[in-house]
């Protein structure tokens, strides 16, 4: 059944699926059930999708008992009024800042079960009702007055950060979202920290004072296991340290997995393709490896991901295996992945104009949307 609720912050929609409601206005909620912190409903223009569930108070008839044809009592529906009816309030979220409610979802990865504490005092009740105590309870805490009008402002304007409803999304996966929701939380030590430096054309990464570039070698065919086994190595020669390494395919494979993990807003080219045909053919060799030099070139002239550590331990440990797996496992156990690799980023320390970075991330939104569908077509 349908349900009315009064509308408590302006919500302006900028996905598909979302639609725009105004502070005051009554919407109808299709559903009290909460979908990471959504409601579906239609606004008083008609317009149906859905909506940050702590924007809204819903509201409810008060239900009082009359006794029917045989004396026994049936549920009536009387509309509240002024002097004896308080509308019923239930399930009210304070926005972000304000007490935000307790969510959890339904899948078992970890971005879909992060939980928010409800930092609002029980003892908060709605205020501007009456004296006398209401007939029926508020089950959940409305948002605390505010003394001033700034304070107020202050508080609508904090609402506008929430969870993403689409939790697939690159800016859930990249760890963007729980960064901006104060969720990161690691030490970062000076040696780990990422310069951003104002450019030609705007922010840039700080350029390598230190570049340096890796030959690879023709592959040669090795065997283990007493010539059970057979896979091909190939031979990487940094100019850094002029010292040679042998690396096979799962390594460039395994280092890309890593890359990919620490970075999530750095375009980390991907490796030329496996093949489980073929594998020791000479014209498949010769591809591959050209494919693996135009991949250790983009690396090796990229400002950060050049001097990472688990790309200098990939070029430079040599033949001890017990050197290589602890540098491994430190790289799989990296605290500075996810929303954590944004404390690494240090910005300029310059003013910046709101309404000119609004502009600017509005019209990166619009060309990669347009990157996505060009790929995707």
């Known amino acids: ?116 504490d409800d930092s609002s005092p029980a003892s908060d009740a709605p205020q501007g009702l009456g004296s006398s105590p209401p007939l029926y309870p508020v ?28 939790r697939f999304s690159t800016f859930v996966k990249s760890g963007g979202e729980a960064f901006l929701l104060g969720e990161a939380a690691a030490f970062v030590k000076d040696g780990d920290k990422i310069c951003v430096v104002m450019g030609k054309y705007g922010p840039e990464w700080q350029e390598d004072p230190y570049p340096f570039t890796c030959t690879i070698d023709d592959p040669t065919k090795q065997t283990k296991f007493k010539g059970m086994k057979s896979y091909m190595s190939y031979g990487l020669t940094p100019t850094h340290t ?28 991907h490796l030329p ?11 498949f060799l010769s591809k591959r490896r050209k494919g693996l030099m135009w991949w250790m070139n983009h690396m090796t002239s990229h400002p950060v991901l050049a001097h990472c550590d688990v790309f200098q331990h990939f070029l430079t440990c040599g033949p001890d295996e017990k050197a290589w797996k602890m540098g491994k496992r430190k790289a799989e156990k990296d605290d500075l992945v996810g929303a954590n690799f944004f404390l690494t980023i240090s910005p ?7 309404q000119e970075v609004e502009n600017k991330i509005d019209g990166f ?5 347009k990157l996505d569908d060009t790929s995707w077509s």
């Open 1 to 116: 059944m349908a349900l009315k609720a009064k509308v408590l912050y302006d919500f302006l929609s900028e996905n598909p699926g979302e639609i725009s409601i105004t502070q005051n206005e009554v919407v109808t909620v299709f559903s009290e059930e909460e979908l990471e912190g959504w409601l579906e409903g239609e606004n008083s223009k008609g317009e149906a999708g859905l909506f940050p569930a702590s924007y809204v108070m819903i509201i409810k008839d008060q239900v009082i008992s009359s006794p029917n044809k045989n004396g026994y009592s049936s549920p009536k529906t009387q509309s509240p009024s002024h002097s004896s009816a308080i509308p019923h309030y239930e399930k009210v979220h304070g926005p972000a800042g304000g007490g935000s409610s307790l969510h959890t979802s339904m899948g078992s990865d970890d971005d879909w079960d992060d939980d928010w």
């Open 139 to 166: 089950t959940t805490v409305l948002p605390g007055r505010r003394s001033s009008q700034q304070q107020q402002q202050q508080a609508k304007s904090s609402g506008t950060v929430g969870k993403n409803l689409n």
């Open 365 to 369: 939104k619009t060309f990669t949307k």
């Open 273 to 283: 393709e496996k093949q489980a045909t073929g594998r020791f053919e000479e014209d």
């Open 242 to 269: 002029n010292t040679q390494v042998n690396r096979r395919y799962k390594h460039f494979d395994w280092l890309y997995a890593r890359l990919v993990e620490r970075f999530p807003v750095i375009s980390v080219p």
């Open 348 to 354: 300029p320390a310059l003013p910046l104009d709101l």
